[in-house]
Every structure is written in C-alpha cells, then in structure tokens.
C-alpha cells in the first residue's frame, strides 16, 4: 500500500517480528506438487512471484538463494520427474553422492534441488519494508476494538507502558494480525487453529552449505548461526520454548543425516542451544484469508435473513470492507506479497484477470459462505 502511495500507519502489539515473522531464518522453498497441480498451486505460485518481488535492490539484502535440498527420505518422498512443468528450471533431481557435493556434508538419501530457493533474514527485511517513507510504524500500541464509522473505521487503541488508551480513524484497516483477528472480529467463520513450531539454533560453524529439508531442516549458517527446525504441534499456542522440542529437532536431523552427528556435537548438553518458539496460524483448507471482508457482524446478519437458494442480499455490496491478510500457515514468507497485492489490486479498482480465480480461492468469507449455503448459518445467527 506504501508502495501504491497511501499514507501508512502500522500498529503492532508488540514489535514487528514478535510472532511467528521473527525467526532468525526464514525459508522461501515451494511445497512440490505433482505436475498437473502445479500451475494451479498457490502456494507455488506464490514462490515464484515472491523470487520476484525479491529482486527489488531494498528487499534483495536480505535474501540469500543458496539453494534448497529436499531428502527424498521414506516419509518425505515427492516423485517428480521429467513431465514436471518446472524440471531443471526450478527443481533437478540428484542421487545421493550429488546431493552430498551440494550439501558439503555426507547425505544417505538422494534429493530435489531448488537452487533458487533460499533463506530470508525476517528481521532485515522487515526493517528494511516499514522504512518506507509512507509509513509510521507505531510499536507496543495494542488495537483493543475496531468498529466502522461513516467515513472508514474507528480503532480503539492501547499504547503499552501504562499510557492512556487512544483512538485513531483511518479510511482503510487491513488486518494482518495473525491469532489477534480472534479477538477483534467476533466471527466463527474465520477459523484460524495454532500450530506451534519451536527452532534451534546453533552457533556452531558446520560445513553445510545449503538447506536440508527433510521434514524438519538445518540451514547453512546465516548471520551467524544455523537454524534447526521445527516442530509442528497443532491445537498449541504457547511459547515458552522446551527442552523436549530441542531434543525433537535434534533428533529429526540426526535421522535424517547422521553424518552430522559429531560436527553438531550431540553430546553436548542440549538446553544450551538456544531456542525460540511461536505460533503458525492454519486454516482447515491449508490456504491463507486474503481480501475486502464485509464486516462480519452486519454481513452474517443480512446473510442468515436469506435462505442460500436466494440472491444474495444486495445492501451487502454497501458494507463496509475491512481487509484480512491471515492464515498464513507455515507459508507466510511466500504468500504475503501476493496478499498484499490482492488487496492493493482489489483497493485501485484494477483487477487483474490472472488473479481472479485466485481472489476466488482466497476470498476470507469462503468459510462463512459454505456455512450458509448448508443453512448453519440460518440456525445459529442472532
Ligand atoms: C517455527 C516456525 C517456523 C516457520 N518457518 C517458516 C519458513 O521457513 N518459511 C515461511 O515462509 N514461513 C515460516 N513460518 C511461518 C511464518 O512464520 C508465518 O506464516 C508468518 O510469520 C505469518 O506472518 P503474520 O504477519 O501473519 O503473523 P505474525 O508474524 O505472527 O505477526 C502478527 C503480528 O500482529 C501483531 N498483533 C497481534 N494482535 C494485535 C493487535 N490486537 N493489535 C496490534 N498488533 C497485533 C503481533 O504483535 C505480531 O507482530 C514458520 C512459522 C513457525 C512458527
């Protein structure tokens, strides 16, 4: 929105990078998918135009494409071949002496390279987006209620450090807020389940020199440190990290590349590395909320007076719009510059036809519709 010249401001809670954006390395690979699914596939679209936007001289510091190897272990085996729409342009597949030459260490298993896949440096990047000159960034300020007025929306605010409580106006509010979206917009149909995932992080030097993916990952070092990751526990959105998570991630590589049994040291003690944990927010069809929501409390009220058979009521086109960029799941890194751009598109009035069925696909009320169209939402609105 900065970059389209709208005057932004940013509330955050806390500090941009205090949720799940602020592990000291982020991943940018695409989940493979079969040939026929790929051109279809978001979240491989997504890769694609985030190397993109990657380009861009301000963001490209902090992205470092060294390569992404993905074992092809038992559990984690993608067949992809030559029919493959994106073979030996994006993903080549090695055996195991190749994959071990990119690697830098032993590797048992063979493996798809991504090459142009890579590693994000969160904290640098998001420096280097909010220093936009359209942007006030303002940190510890809380937004407590958001409500609609006449001429956009009315935020209720809490500044931390026991200061009074503010309110601010603005024309748009787009809400990228992750879990904090439950407690703002009192809706059912926005359903957004905590995974949480606890990294390592190891100071010591080892001689890998691209990822491994293998159901968790190592990254080479970056910054001075390697990444170990992550464990995945649906329902859990607590983040105090924990000894038996380190020895989890510890485990799953050692599984997978024993070779780096004695370079990481495993028999030191393990709560000396250090550890950091945070919250995924998935929703039930793995893809992200993206878009202009009518707000929610007039919007199920207008639909529960209409039985799905019907037209839609039409003063809904009236309601106000607030924008919803959540759900990112384990891909946030990838999908929000798309997001970003559905909802500059969708602002500008300009829509592009290639994103229409992705807009389709995306919409944030694809949850609420189903529940009308299966008459829920008739028994259980007001
Ligand atoms: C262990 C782990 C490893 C991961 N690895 C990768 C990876 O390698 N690659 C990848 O692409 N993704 C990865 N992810 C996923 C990625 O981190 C998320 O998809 C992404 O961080 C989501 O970004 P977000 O901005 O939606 O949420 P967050 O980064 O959580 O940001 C939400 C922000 O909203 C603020 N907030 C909340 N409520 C309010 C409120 N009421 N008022 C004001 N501010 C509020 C918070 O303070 C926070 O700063 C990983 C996630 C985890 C947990």
Redesign the pocket.
């Known amino acids: 929105m900065a970059d389209h010249g709208w005057q932004v401001r940013v509330?955050?809670?806390?500090t941009?990078g205090?949720?799940?954006?602020g592990?000291a390395a982020?991943?940018?690979y695409p989940k493979l998918v079969s040939a026929e699914l790929t051109p279809e596939h978001i979240q491989s679209q997504a890769f694609l135009h985030t190397l993109k936007v990657l380009e861009d001289p301000r963001l490209a510091p902090h992205f470092q494409a060294s390569g992404v190897l993905w074992l092809q272990t038992r559990k984690q085996h993608v067949d992809i071949g030559p029919d493959h729409p994106w073979w030996q342009s994006q993903v080549w597949s090695l055996n195991a002496e190749e994959a071990s030459a990119k690697a830098g260490v032993a590797l048992h298993h063979p493996a798809l390279w991504l090459p142009n896949a890579g590693l994000i440096h969160p904290e640098g990047l998001l420096a280097s987006l909010l220093a936009h000159k359209n942007i006030e960034l303002l940190t510890h300020?809380?937004?407590t209620e958001i409500s609609p007025n006449h001429s956009g929306w009315h935020i209720q605010v809490q500044p931390g450090h026991q200061r009074e409580p503010i309110t601010l106006d603005a024309k748009h509010l787009v809400l990228?807020?992750?879990g904090?979206a439950q407690?703002?917009l009192a809706t059912q149909h926005l359903p957004l389940k905590p995974v949480r995932?606890?990294?390592t992080t190891l100071k010591r030097p080892l001689a890998l020199k691209t990822t491994l993916c293998y159901g968790g990952y190592l990254t080479p070092g970056f910054h001075g440190q390697h990444v170990l990751?992550?464990t995945f526990q649906p329902g859990r959105s607590d983040t105090s990290p924990c000894h038996q998570d380190q020895l989890a991630n510890a485990s799953a590589l050692l599984d997978a590349v024993p070779s780096l049994t004695t370079q990481i040291g495993l028999h030191e003690n393990v709560m000396s590395w250090s550890a950091r944990a945070?919250?995924?927010w998935q929703t039930p069809d793995y893809l992200p909320m993206v878009g202009w929501l009518p707000w929610p409390a007039d919007y199920e009220r207008l639909l529960s007076t209409r039985v799905a058979s019907r037209p839609m009521p039409e003063e809904i086109q009236e309601l106000p719009k607030i924008g919803i960029s959540?759900g990112?799941?384990?891909?946030?890194?990838?999908q929000a510059w798309l997001a970003a751009d559905l909802l500059c598109q969708a602002l500008l009035a300009k829509p592009q036809a290639q994103h229409s069925d992705l807009q389709e696909r995306l919409r944030p009320d694809r949850f609420l519709l189903k529940a009308w169209k299966r008459g829920q939402l008739r028994s259980t609105a007001p």
């Open positions: 509330l955050d809670a806390a941009p205090s949720g799940g954006s592990n982020a991943i940018l300020h809380e937004v990228a807020v992750a904090g407690q703002l995932g606890q990294i990751g992550a945070s919250v995924r959540l990112h799941g384990s891909k946030g890194f990838s």
